[in-house]
């Protein structure tokens, strides 16, 4: 086999370049053009197609064993390859050559892992012998070095594939990737003696062996001509071996030349690095010395620099201006002069911060300039504090007492005054800087601070919410209604109960419409006013009604932002700590005005219980509209109302109760009782105050008047047992009558309604059955004496049985039912005598006729069965007969 020509370098680097990435020119072992086709296309006349057929191997860095790969690439409409397969050669398991094709060329290689082994596989044929011998062997020679083993050949004689080889180059150079890298693969003749000597002992290369005699065409008689053959073969074979020995010494020579050339090339060439690295480091000595000289003279002048700047920034700062230091120690906190205060404020608390750790550089700290000025600093601090904090005090005090002094704050006689805090606010608003920087300052000094705030305020705000409870009580004008609803012995409470008391209502709601948005505006106010890092108070939507600045008397409208030690805003959040401080400090600012929130409520009971519904509803209003975490005092304010409220309702049904147990120890009830027809008036008045979330409040009331109604109307029933069911059918009625409208819109009384339903049906059955019992008394006893024998002796011995005989059927049908139009009548107007309400009547005779009929068309049937040629008087008489009563 010759070197590769310019041809096959190209080739090669074509084929580089088509696999891209994935390989490169020192990983092709072989390229070689090739026509690929199929037997049956090129029957049909297709041509085949060029294909290019490229060995290759891959390196794995990670110590595998080295893996070789059979690519085909195919020529793109530009002349380009491009892969077109890949096949793994460790999959290879049969080379065939076609026996069809006398040039030898065309073969098959056979793969254990095609996903469809229906399908022909491709035929590949080479331009010539030499070519497809090349292949081959380069194919072998890889099996044989990386996967250990050799595929089945089919239709080639692998002894002439060796001879093949001597013959056209001394030596098979194969490049391989093995393990250790790149390396070059010689195979020899003597290689491949050793490997056909080894092959004949395997089974596989027992079938080999039988194909390569199926090659020859010999007959029986020809095995002497056979081994002549193959023992020339064997001589060739041998030369072979021994001119390739010979031919490879001269090349040996050469290369150990070359190799002494180069040996001797890389020793000059050591010398002279050597030569090069003296220099380079005297070099680098003198360039280091050179800078380390001129980096210390840098730091020298920088460091210089900073000293005098550093000097410069500490003798700023240690000098207290005149007109800060009079304003501090000694300056009046009069209006006019707060802005000076202020600025004084702003000074200290700079200067105080430039002398900490954070703001000044630890070194410095300890400096007895540094600790002397902060000293003096702080002397200045608590001086200024102490005087503002008292100042504060006494003017909370002054402000409050000169309101509480003037009669025009407050609601008087014939005139209710919206108590107004804008003069208040503008007058405080005058000092909320001061308090800012009080805070940044000394946060301590807040606390009494707030407190007298709180009580000047308080005082205040519980004189206000006083004169304004008692002139809206006086001048409210409304109806007294009794608490007594359903007690019988009250003849007229159904005419009082009409009063309209409307206005108690409205004065409670007015009550909190004032009121309640004047708290929260009160708690908003004190919680900017006093530095507390919360949120804003105020609601969205607030329950007054007002838009942000619509005028001076809301919070919303107090342009106070709390300010930090530096000036800046500081960001409010709900703080836990800060909202339990605030909470806290609210309760001694609003602490006892809910005592005449109470009298209010108190009045409005004592004028009509019922209102209680309607203020329920209020206070229920108000209480959503306030946040949990905001003006807590408030909130607790308006569930203090509510449970104040529930609690007096609770006590006029209470009340209700006992007026209905009353009846239960009076005399012997005829009729319907009292508290059934008036609970239903009861009822729609408490329907009409009902506002917002007052529903629970009422349908709990109505569960407990009714349930005490019906138990004390069964303990009525139970203490006359002649009359039980007549009272029970009758109450039970009325109560249905009553009720049916509002039992259609109100769930709760829909339940009842439904029960009194149920009780009122098992009443009327009761009390019919007796009736009916009471007219046909033989007949029916008769019935059930038969009746009950039916279970325990067959029905042809009844007509024996002492009593049951037919002359004793004949006698009871003739004492029940000679007369049976008077019984009829009799059972009417019994019926009618029981019975106060002539309302009840038709219904009830119509159950009363429907049972009589149900069971005597039961006593039929049961005779029929008894005594079957017994004659009665059919059901169809007595239906005929009832309904023409």
Not at 751 to 769: G, L, V
Not at 775 to 800: A, N, S, W
Request: hydrophobic content about 40%; aromatic content about 8%.
């Amino acid at each position: 086999m010759a070197r590769p020509n310019a041809d096959d370098m190209e080739l090669r680097r074509a084929c580089a370049a088509a696999i891209g990435s994935g390989g490169s020119a020192q990983d092709i072992v072989l390229a070689i053009r090739v026509a690929k086709g199929r037997g049956i296309l090129e029957k049909l006349g297709r041509v085949a197609t060029p294909r290019v057929l490229v060995l290759t191997t891959k390196h794995s860095p990670k110590g595998e064993r080295t893996k070789a790969f059979l690519r085909v690439l195919k020529y793109s409409s530009g002349g380009v390859l491009e892969p077109a397969k890949l096949y793994k050669l460790k999959h290879l398991t049969k080379v065939d050559v076609i026996s069809n094709d006398s040039t030898g060329c065309t073969f098959i290689l056979g793969f254990d892992n095609l996903r469809s082994q229906s399908v022909a596989p491709p035929q590949w044929t080479m331009r010539n012998i030499d070519d497809r011998n090349r292949l081959l062997l380069c194919i072998l020679n890889m099996c044989k070095e990386i996967f250990q083993r050799l595929p089945k050949l089919v239709g080639i004689d692998i002894v002439e594939l060796a001879l093949w080889a001597k013959e056209n180059t001394p030596s098979v150079i194969n490049r391989v990737n093995a393990q250790d890298g790149p390396a070059t693969s010689v195979m020899e003749q003597n290689d491949l003696k050793v490997t056909v000597e080894k092959d004949l002992v395997s089974q596989a290369e027992e079938e080999d062996m039988e194909a390569l005699l199926g090659t020859y065409v010999m007959g029986i008689g020809e095995a002497e001509a056979f081994s002549e053959r193959m023992k020339r073969e064997l001589l060739a074979l041998e030369a072979a071996n021994v001119y390739a020995l010979l031919e490879s010494e001269p090349l040996i020579e050469e290369v150990l030349k070359g190799l002494e050339a180069a040996s001797l090339c890389v020793d000059d060439i050591d010398e002279w690095l050597r030569i090069f690295n003296v220099k380079l480091r005297h070099m680098r000595e003198d360039i280091a010395s050179i800078e380390l000289r001129n980096n210390r003279l840098e730091m020298q002048s920088v460091c210089s620099e900073a000293l005098i700047e550093e000097l410069d920034k500490l003798l700023e700062p240690l000098r207290i201006p005149s007109e800060f230091a009079a304003s501090l120690t000694g300056g009046s906190f009069d209006e006019a002069r707060m802005l000076k205060n202020v600025e004084a404020c702003e000074w200290l608390t700079g200067a105080i911060r430039a002398l900490e750790v954070p703001n000044l550089d630890p070194c410095y700290a300890d400096m007895r300039a540094i600790r002397d000025k902060r000293a003096e600093l702080q002397k200045l601090k608590n001086t200024f504090v102490r005087r503002a904090s008292e100042f504060l005090r006494n003017y909370f005090s002054s402000l409050v007492d000169f309101m509480i002094s003037d009669k025009s704050y407050f609601s008087q006689r014939g005139h209710l005054k919206r108590p107004d805090h804008a003069d208040l606010r503008y007058k405080c608003r005058t000092y909320a800087r001061l308090l800012q920087h009080l805070k940044n300052l000394d946060k301590n000094c807040l606390a009494p601070l707030r407190k007298a705030y709180c009580q000047s305020l308080n005082l205040l705000l519980r004189r206000e919410a006083r004169e304004f409870a008692n002139e809206l009580r006086a001048s409210t004008k409304a109806s007294r209604n009794p608490t007594v609803w359903l007690e019988g012995s009250t003849g007229s409470s159904q005419t009082a109960s009409s009063a309209d008391t409307s206005t108690v209502s409205e004065a409670y709601s007015k009550m909190l419409t004032i009121f309640i948005p004047l708290l929260v505006d009160e708690s908003s106010f004190f919680a900017h006013f006093m530095c507390f890092e919360v949120s804003a108070l105020v609601p969205a939507g607030a329950s007054n009604g007002k838009k942000k600045g619509s005028d001076g008397n809301s919070a919303s409208d107090d342009d106070i932002n709390l300010m930090d030690s530096e000036g800046n805003d500081v960001k409010q959040s709900n703080n836990s700590t800060e909202l339990g401080a605030l909470n806290d400090a609210l309760h001694d600012l609003l602490d006892g005005i809910q005592e005449d929130f109470y009298a209010v409520v108190d009045w409005a009971y004592r004028i009509d219980p019922l209102r209680c519904i309607s203020m329920h509803g209020i206070t229920e209003r108000y209480l959503s509209a306030q946040k949990a975490d905001a003006a807590g005092f408030v909130r607790e304010l308006l569930k203090d109302l509510q449970t104040k409220i529930s609690t007096q309702f609770s006590r006029f049904v209470d009340e209700a109760c006992h007026q209905i147990e009353r009846n239960e120890r009076n005399t012997r009830q005829i009729g319907v009782l009292s508290y059934i027809s008036r609970f239903a008036t009861l009822a729609s008045r408490m329907e009409q105050y009902i506002q917002g979330q007052s529903r629970d409040l009422v349908d709990k009331a109505y569960t407990r008047l009714v349930s005490t109604m019906f138990t004390t109307l069964e303990k009525i029933a139970q203490s006359d047992p002649k009359f039980a069911d007549v009272i029970l059918l009758e109450n039970y009625a009325a109560f249905q009558n009553s009720l049916f409208e509002l039992a259609n819109v109100i769930p709760t009384l829909a339940k009842f309604y439904h029960q009194a339903s149920e009780a009122y049906e098992q009443a009327c059955t009761r009390h019919i059955s007796i009736i009916i019992e009471n007219q046909f008394d033989k007949l029916y006893q008769f019935f059930r004496r038969i009746d009950d024998l039916t279970y325990t002796v067959p029905h042809e011995e009844i007509p024996f049985q002492l009593g049951l005989s037919k002359t004793d059927l004949r006698k009871v049908l003739k004492s029940s039912l000679s007369q049976v139009d008077r019984s009829i009548n009799m059972m009417y107007r019994r019926l009618q005598k029981t019975l106060s309400s002539e309302e009840l009547l038709p219904p009830l005779w119509d159950k009363c006729k429907k049972e009589f009929l149900e069971k005597y068309e039961s006593f039929v049937q049961a005779v029929a069965k008894i005594y079957p040629n017994e004659s009665m008087p059919p059901v169809s008489e007595l239906r005929d007969l009832l309904a023409s009563s």
